[in-house]
T-cell receptor, first 115, second 112 residues
Framework: AQKVTQAQTEISVVEKEDVTLDCVYE???????LFWYKQPPSGELVFLIR??????QNEISGRYSWNFQKSTSSFNFTITASQVVDSAVYFC????????????FGTGTQLKVEL | GAGVSQSPSNKVTEKGKDVELRCDPI?????LYWYRQSLGQGLEFLIY????????KSGLPSDRFSAERTGGSVSTLTIQRTQQEDSAVYLC??????????FGQGTRLTVV
């Protein structure tokens, strides 16, 4: 089965805390792509990152970092020193080539950052 | 165009009426997706077009839903005999093959 699991439905943190959003995926493909999207209260989906299955290097972009571990089929997302503006729903997604290159989303994690 | 365009942005319809939602993808994008998002929920996959291949219709919830993509570009999602449970935001996205998906602003459908 090809699927994406985001077990955390909702996370609440206080501003400046670090927070990690979990993403676990299942696929039989050896070639696949993983994505994170952010959906703020305004509703538009904002692309954050795309990673292919052959690149296990972790990536850092400002306060955002991503930890890709094929051994555990996880692609976790960490926000360092969270801010109120980080409050949004975050979606992890999988594109598997054996499935006709269809993009499948997890159910999302609602992140609330409070003062 | 510069981005994915959806129209209308809002649609209120009476139960039992048919509606058509339009999506203009980014020029040159071979893949086009339709998703549905109910209030506070995740993205529910509806249908996927990739180039000239047969569309993946596995997410359409009933035979009242259909979609077409003409000339590999514009797509129309049609809902026949709308029901109140069809009320949701319908999102369209396009991408190059295996590329990042670009989303439109969505059409908010309200069935009264």
């Amino acid at each position: 089965a090809q699927k994406v699991t985001q077990a955390q439905t909702e996370i609440s943190v206080v501003e400046k805390e670090d927070v990690t959003l979990d993403c676990v995926y299942e696929t039989r493909d050896t070639t696949y792509y993983l994505f994170w999207y952010k959906q703020p209260p305004s509703g538009e989906l904002v692309f954050l990152i795309r990673r292919n299955s052959f690149d296990e290097q972790n990536e850092i972009s400002g306060r955002y970092s991503w930890n890709f571990q094929k051994s555990t089929s996880s692609f976790n997302f960490t926000i360092t020193a969270s801010q109120v503006v980080d409050s949004a729903v975050y979606f992890c997604a999988l594109l598997f080539t054996g499935g006709g290159n269809k993009l499948t989303f997890g159910t999302g994690t609602q992140l609330k950052v409070e003062l | 165009g510069a981005g994915v365009s959806q129209s209308p942005s809002n649609k209120v319809t009476e139960k039992g009426k048919d509606v058509e939602l339009r999506c203009d993808p980014i020029s040159g994008h071979t893949a086009l997706y339709w998703y549905r998002q109910s209030l506070g929920q995740g993205l529910e996959f509806l249908i996927y077009f990739q180039g000239n291949s047969a569309p993946d219709k596995s997410g359409l919830p009933s035979d009242r839903f259909s979609a077409e993509r003409t000339g590999g570009s514009v797509s129309t999602l049609t809902i026949q005999r709308t029901q109140q449970e069809d009320s949701a935001v319908y999102l369209c996205a396009s991408s190059l093959k295996r590329g990042r998906a670009f989303f439109g602003q969505g059409t908010r459908l309200t069935v009264v």
